[in-house]
């Protein structure tokens, strides 16, 4: 089978390892920090039982069987061979630069890379590999197990067949592929960030409280989750990172960053992985280490 190098252990790195290794590839994961690895084989168990609870389609899961296919390592050597590496690290345009120019001495032409961004063009990412036709945008949503699209992104040199390979790619994960052309933000956060920004600014200027707003969402419009949850869910600190990026690309105020996300990640209140966001979360969150530095910072995506 196929190997997967998956960086990042944050919360979406955690989940797209998850969501190969129960297709039987072969998982490296890989992290700069040493105490995310060290509690990520916990961490993967518990989200394995979490799955099985909240999927009929996932109830079979064997914990023993998907663990087995994950590696760990704080290596980026470890992703030479890999068939494919997914990208997960923090939504911040230096340190995917850091990340791609290390990677250009370890991957060979045919790795195919699939950057897991929710807003920096896969253009300018892919200009910096030797090989920018094996680059690919491929947003996953969060909770990956959990959710049948990924947004596929066709940067301007990559080649038809390395969209053909992550369709396919997508595919044998159990998922749709969409695929659309490369531009910040793509269709996903483009329009969804501007739902849960707004929404924030709603709750700030004391029109309803988070729950009333989501509400109007999920019974009103039928949404399965309103904005406020879903900026919990992926993180205010990276809702607030993909909001400076699509405000810095277009140079358009509709992305102005509502002051109180601002305040809230100044506060530590990150959404589900810290307990507390607009909503708490108690015991039932699964909070990542305080610093937040590191590359387990990922995804939201």
């Known amino acids: 089978m196929a190997t997967v190098g998956v960086i990042g252990a944050g919360v979406m790195g955690k989940d797209v390892a998850l969501a190969c290794a129960a297709q039987g590839y072969e998982v490296i994961l890989c992290d ?25 389609v996932l109830s079979e899961w064997n914990a023993e069987e998907i663990l087995g296919r994950i590696t760990y390592s704080p290596d980026l050597d470890r992703m030479a061979g890999a068939d494919w590496i997914v990208e997960n690290i923090v939504e911040d345009r230096e340190a995917k630069q850091e990340l791609y120019l290390r990677l ?4 060979g032409a045919e790795t195919r890379i ?20 094996q680059v690919i945008g491929m947003h996953f949503m969060n909770p990956v197990p959990l959710i049948d699209g990924v947004e596929v992104i066709r940067g301007h040199h990559t080649s038809d067949g390395t969209v053909q390979a992550a369709e396919s790619f997508a595919a044998s994960l159990g998922k749709q592929a969409i695929v659309v052309n490369d531009m910040p933000g793509f269709v996903s956060n483009r329009l969804s960030h501007l739902f849960m920004n707004e929404a924030a600014f709603l709750v700030q200027d004391g029109v309803a409280d988070a729950a009333k707003v989501d509400a109007v969402f999920t019974l009103g419009y039928g949404h399965r989750m309103g904005p406020l949850a879903t900026a919990d869910l992926i993180g205010l600190d990276t809702v607030v990172n993909s909001l400076a990026v699509l405000y810095e690309e277009f140079q358009d105020t509709k992305f102005r960053c509502c002051p109180l996300l601002k305040k809230m990640v100044d506060a530590g209140l990150l959404g589900r992985k810290s307990g507390q966001g607009f909503y708490s979360y108690g015991t039932h969150a699964d909070p990542i280490p305080a610093g937040r530095a590191g590359l387990a910072e990922a995804g939201a995506q």
Request: aromatic share 4%; hydrophobic share 40%; glycine share 2%.
């Open 114 to 133: 699939a950057v897991n961004t929710s807003c920096l063009p896969i253009t300018r990412i892919a200009s910096l590999m030797p090989y920018p036709q």
């Open 32 to 56: 700069s920090e040493a105490l995310v690895l060290e509690a990520a084989p916990g961490r993967l168990r518990r989200l394995i039982r979490k799955y099985r609870m909240m999927s009929p």
């Open 104 to 107: 250009r001495d370890v991957c």
